[in-house]
């Protein structure tokens, strides 16, 4: 599914990337309304345009048939690359029927069994407003809808629905709940590819980068996901201090702490700081760790030639 460079005997591997969960969900919708268009069987694997990046990729179909109500279904299996995903080999079913003739939406998106729902959605003038929409977010709704608009018979709608079954099981181990997301998980990022950052190899490299700004600078700018990565030179940041940390924060904390480092600010989605704040992303047994190096590190003077 992904290309990667040829190791040789003194470099390994490098880590591989995957794809998002929206990307096999699309997958999957793309070959059951190929079955319900055509009246075929289930195609082996079928073209995705990622839309972010602009690439278009080849999916693998697991399985996929024509249902007795006159619907489709197809199957697909999440694949995130070298990343520590709990989605990983999870099944992604998308089933797809023609629209009523009085649906509004062209193509009209539901979630299924293990696709998680937002159960307050804001706040009302009587409280918070709990409307259980599928956590189906912006990404996911572009793609599906990019990638199936062109395949749509003239006059024709289309419903499809998202399943995961193993969804509600998995959901137990994030903290969607804390977010109010329940009862699965979400079809949610910002594109298509799924980057190995959080696959052991990567953090080696993660911490070179460190060790080589904490070099220039005793004041440096965690950023915690992409929007932070982006966000900070719009609010005055030096570019340069920035280290993108992926799911690394607690072993880069330790780091900075080692080299040196006086003080970090973390800049991030507050989705993802909220996250930190109440101990998701770094495992609470790696606290006492990183508060007694950190704190005992950071306050020694820095070696004469800035070096860890």
Same mark, same amino acid.
């Given at each position: 599914?992904?290309?990667?460079?040829?190791?040789?005997?003194? +470099?390994?591997?490098?880590?591989?990337?995957?794809?998002?969960?929206?990307?096999?969900?699309?997958?999957?919708?793309?070959?059951?309304?190929?079955?319900?268009?055509?009246?075929?069987?289930? &195609?082996?694997?079928?073209?995705?345009?990622?839309i972010n990046p602009a690439q278009t990729v080849e999916i693998p179909i697991?399985?996929?048939?024509?249902?007795?109500?006159?619907?489709?279904?197809?199957?697909?299996?999440?694949?995130?690359?070298?990343?520590?995903?709990?989605?990983?080999?999870? &099944?992604?079913?998308?089933?797809?029927?023609?629209?009523?003739?009085?649906?509004?939406?062209?193509?009209?998106?539901?979630?299924?069994?293990?696709?998680?729902?937002?159960?307050?959605?804001?706040?009302?003038?009587?409280?918070?407003?709990?409307?259980?929409?599928?956590?189906?977010?912006?990404y996911a709704r572009q793609l599906l809808q990019a990638n199936?608009?062109?395949?749509?018979?003239?006059?024709?709608?289309?419903?499809?629905?998202?399943?995961?079954?193993?969804?509600?099981?998995?959901?137990?181990?994030?903290?969607?709940?804390?977010?109010?997301?329940?009862?699965?998980?979400?079809?949610?990022?910002?594109?298509?590819?799924?980057?190995?950052?959080?696959?052991?190899? +990567?953090?080696?490299?993660?911490? +070179?980068?460190?060790?080589?700004?904490?070099?220039?600078?005793?004041?440096?700018?965690?950023?915690?996901?992409?929007?932070?990565?982006?966000?900070?030179?719009?609010?005055?940041?030096?570019?340069?201090?920035?280290?993108?940390?992926?799911?690394?924060?607690?072993?880069?904390?330790?780091?900075?702490?080692?080299?040196?480092?006086?003080?970090?600010?973390?800049?991030?989605?507050?989705?993802?700081?909220?996250?930190?704040?109440?101990?998701?992303?770094?495992?609470?047994?790696?606290?006492?760790?990183?508060?007694?190096?950190?704190?005992?590190?950071?306050?020694?003077?820095?070696?004469?030639?800035?070096?860890?």
């Open positions: 599914m992904t290309a990667a460079s040829q190791p040789t005997a003194s +470099q390994p591997a490098p880590p591989r990337s995957g794809y998002t969960l929206p990307v096999f969900a699309c997958a999957s919708a793309i070959a059951a309304l190929q079955q319900l268009r055509q009246d075929a069987s289930c &195609p082996s694997a079928v073209s995705v345009d990622l697991e399985q996929g048939a024509r249902l007795p109500d006159g619907s489709a279904l197809a199957i697909t299996r999440s694949d995130p690359g070298d990343n520590l995903d709990l989605t990983r080999d999870t &099944p992604i079913w998308a089933m797809v029927t023609w629209g009523s003739p009085d649906q509004a939406e062209l193509i009209l998106l539901e979630g299924g069994e293990g696709i998680g729902r937002n159960v307050a959605a804001g706040d009302g003038p009587l409280g918070p407003v709990f409307d259980h929409r599928p956590a189906i977010y912006r199936l608009e062109p395949l749509l018979p003239a006059g024709r709608s289309l419903r499809v629905t998202v399943i995961l079954p193993e969804g509600r099981a998995l959901a137990q181990r994030t903290s969607n709940a804390a977010f109010g997301i329940v009862d699965g998980l979400s079809l949610l990022g910002t594109g298509g590819i799924a980057q190995p950052l959080s696959a052991p190899g +990567q953090l080696e490299q993660f911490r +070179q980068i460190l060790r080589e700004k904490a070099a220039q600078y005793s004041d440096l700018v965690f950023c915690v996901g992409e929007n932070g990565l982006d966000l900070a030179p719009s609010l005055g940041i030096d570019p340069d201090r920035r280290v993108k940390t992926a799911n690394w924060i607690g072993p880069l904390l330790v780091e900075a702490a080692l080299c040196g480092v006086t003080s970090i600010l973390l800049v991030g989605y507050h989705g993802k700081l909220i996250k930190l704040a109440g101990g998701f992303s770094i495992p609470i047994t790696m606290w006492p760790m990183v508060g007694k190096k950190f704190w005992q590190r950071s306050l020694r003077p820095r070696s004469s030639s800035g070096q860890c």
